[in-house]
């Protein structure tokens, strides 16, 4: 009985174990294209001068620490409360 299941399990893979006639083209033997080079990006002084204002403006702003204060309720507590709603509602 052992043996009949490991055959049925291992059917599939024994099934995609064979190799073809054709000869698969090694990778040194394929041209792939180049990637185009990324496009220049145009930063003016006037945007530099702009944050550096912004920045000199609200100096407390580089203090700042996100994440501190809040309550983050996970996807999973979302469900497990719906599941318990439920149950209690159908009992």
Not at 3 to 8: N, P
Not at 15 to 36: E, L, S
Not at 40 to 54: E, F, K, L, M
Request: with cysteine; hydrophobic share 60%.
């Amino acid at each position: 009985m052992v043996a009949l299941l490991a055959a049925l399990a291992c059917a599939p893979s024994v099934a995609w174990a064979g190799t073809t006639a054709a000869r698969a083209a090694a990778v040194g033997d394929t041209i792939a294209p180049r990637p185009a080079p990324p496009a220049p990006v145009d930063v003016s002084r006037g945007d530099a001068a702009s944050y550096a204002a912004r920045e000199a403006a609200a100096p407390a702003l580089g203090a700042f620490a996100g994440g501190r204060d809040g309550i983050y309720i996970g996807g999973g507590a979302v469900v497990v409360l719906l599941l318990v709603i439920i149950i209690i509602l159908i009992v």
